[in-house]
C-alpha cells in the first residue's frame, strides 16, 4: 500500500478515530520499521495486542515500542533467533483506560 519513503516521510496516515484490537507489525525490512509506532499510538485501546516480528534485528525496534508505547505489557518475548533474526517477536497487551 505505502512505500518506504512514504512510511519515513510521514505521508501515511490513520484516522485518529479508528481503534485496533489487533496491530501486527512486519515490515518494511531493516530499521524502517521503527516508524510504524509513531503512526498507531492513537489507535490503541485498553486490551489492544500489539505484535512486532522480528523485534530484536534492530535495538530501534525495542527502543521506540516502548518509547510510544509505556503503557504496553509484555505478554509473550521469543528471541529464540535473536542472533540470526529470526524467530524473535513481543507481542504485548495495551494496559490503559
Known sequence: MHTVSD??????????????DLVIVDGPDGEV?????????D?????TIIHVDDAFHYASFEEELNKYFTELDYAFVSKLGEEQGNKCWITGVIQIN
Open 7 to 20: 512510511l519515513v516521510s510521514g505521508k501515511v496516515e490513520i484516522p485518529k478515530s479508528e481503534k485496533y
Open 33 to 41: 520499521r521503527q516508524y510504524w509506532y509513531s503512526l498507531f499510538k
Open 43 to 47: 489507535n490503541v485501546k485498553k486490551g
